[in-house]
T-cell receptor
Framework: SQQGEEDPQALSIQEGENATMNCSYKTSINNLQWYRQNSGRGLVHLILIRSNEREKHSGRLRVTLDTSKKSSSLLITASRAADTASYFCATVYYGGSQGNLIFGKGTKLSVKP | ETGVTQTPRHLVMGMTNKKSLKCEQHLGHNAMYWYKQSAKKPLELMFVYNFKEQTENNSVPSRFSPECPNSSHLFLHLHTLQPEDSALYLC???????????????FGPGTRLTVL
């Protein structure tokens, strides 16, 4: 399976702390994306990092990509209670017929006020 | 109205019923997707349509039948479902599908389906 695997499966932190989630994948990719899902809702695209990029920032989000280790991390700085959600990495890999997204199982983040 | 909308938001059906899920995107995209999200499982891609043509059927049972009349609308027709088909069904769209695209996807809120 080429799907990404997030780590940890669940993370509980206090408001104001930083949250780090990791993602590992198995095959060469075109890009890797992070999505957020509030309970029982649709996914929201957060950030896309291409295979030739190593780091990307968007507001309080910082994503890194290490293609040699086939891994990525998502850092949320100064977390807020509203950041409570599930976070998924998704890869677009070479070799698939359509370059479709392959999702991992997600990390459930809980930010306590 | 903007984004991706799905109706109904909740659906309860018996195993002998026939129902349809509807998805509409107002983003001018050409690719649309159906996903199934079950508890404790990764999001499963079911179908992909690119410029109204089905380009992927991810080994989905025939009791699920997609229809894409145009690039803005996508349906999922349901017939003789099983209780294990109960899940959140998500629709998404993107500019295009395929290797040349970066494939950022925009999701609808989902339909929570319960099969009794």
């Amino acid at each position: 399976s080429q799907q990404g695997e997030e780590d940890p499966q669940a993370l509980s932190i206090q408001e104001g702390e930083n949250a780090t989630m990791n993602c590992s994948y198995k095959t060469s990719i075109n890009n890797l994306q992070w999505y957020r899902q509030n309970s029982g809702r649709g996914l929201v695209h957060l950030i896309l990092i291409r295979s030739n990029e190593r780091e990307k920032h968007s507001g309080r989000l910082r994503v890194t990509l290490d293609t040699s280790k086939k891994s990525s991390s998502l850092l949320i700085t100064a977390s807020r209670a509203a950041d409570t959600a599930s976070y998924f990495c998704a890869t677009v890999y070479y070799g698939g017929s359509q370059g479709n997204l392959i999702f991992g199982k997600g990390t459930k983040l809980s930010v306590k006020p | 109205e903007t984004g991706v909308t799905q109706t109904p938001r909740h659906l309860v059906m018996g195993m002998t019923n026939k129902k349809s899920l509807k998805c509409e995107q107002h983003l001018g995209h050409n690719a649309m997707y159906w996903y199934k999200q079950s508890a404790k499982k990764p999001l499963e891609l079911m179908f992909v349509y690119n410029f109204k043509e089905q380009t992927e059927n991810n080994s989905v049972p025939s009791r699920f039948s997609p229809e894409c009349p145009n690039s803005s609308h996508l349906f999922l027709h349901l017939h003789t479902l099983q209780p294990e088909d109960s899940a959140l069904y998500l629709c998404a769209s993107s500019r295009t599908s395929g290797r040349s695209s970066y494939n950022e996807q925009f999701f609808g809120p989902g339909t929570r389906l319960t099969v009794l």
